[in-house]
């Protein structure tokens, strides 16, 4: 989280919450009162797995969304995306696909009054400083997720360094997952797996 005036803000990822929300065991008010009585000041959305409609929610969707936030007193911090390039059947998305989407996601994440989009690697850093008038012109922050097995020494992250030197911005940056940091799984992981599980 982010600090206001010295208090320290605690932020919860709805992520965690996507298996009950996609089985409709809960519905999206309930993710957010639990996020609140979990003392979650901030959140974070993957938009995929819990905007419905997206990546074009409907207006009423997002006047609901800011509504309940608002209700449950959850400030919208990171809208997370990714970028589909398997959406056609035999093709990739190109550059120019993957540039017009973001800026998409971006508007969205702006309506939707987030602070921060996080995306992922296959936003080139290219495309990234393409994209990078539109960020500032939306005065967002557009961060790219540092996921395992990727670390601070993938030869694509020395690029997004080069690219964050060279821009002297704080619109663009990286958002860390601690599988980053990770030199395989879990323990308590492994031993549940039972040991004939590839035969």
């Known amino acids: 989280g982010r600090s206001r005036m ?21 519905s999206f008010e309930d993710v957010l009162r639990t996020a609140k009585e979990m003392g979650g000041d901030d959140i974070e959305i993957v938009a995929p797995q ?10 009423e969707w997002i ?4 509504d309940t936030a608002a209700k449950y007193e959850l400030d ?11 959406k056609h059947k035999g093709r990739f998305l190109n550059e120019n696909e993957r540039f017009a989407e973001t800026i998409n996601e971006m508007e969205v994440a702006k309506k939707l009054g987030f602070k921060y ?18 960020v500032e ?11 395992g097995p990727w670390s601070p020494s993938t030869p694509v992250f ?8 060279k821009k002297h911005t704080d619109a663009l940056g990286v958002v860390l997952d ?13 031993n549940n797996i039972p040991d004939d599980c590839c035969r």
């Open 158 to 165: 020395e690029e997004y360094y080069e690219l964050f030197e």
């Open 50 to 59: 819990m905007v419905p409609g997206h990546p074009n929610p409907t207006d």
């Open 117 to 134: 989009v996080r995306s992922q690697d296959a936003l080139l850093p290219a495309t990234m400083e393409k994209l990078l008038p539109y």
């Open 6 to 26: 010295g208090t320290i803000k605690h932020s919860i990822t709805l992520y965690g919450f996507g298996m009950k929300y996609v089985q409709g065991k809960c």
């Open 76 to 86: 919208p911090v990171c809208y997370s995306v990714y970028i589909d390039s398997g």
């Open 137 to 147: 012109e939306l005065g967002l922050h557009l961060a790219i997720e540092m996921h």
């Open 63 to 66: 006047s609901y969304f800011k």
């Open 178 to 190: 601690f599988s980053a940091f990770a030199s395989g799984a879990p323990e308590i992981v492994l």
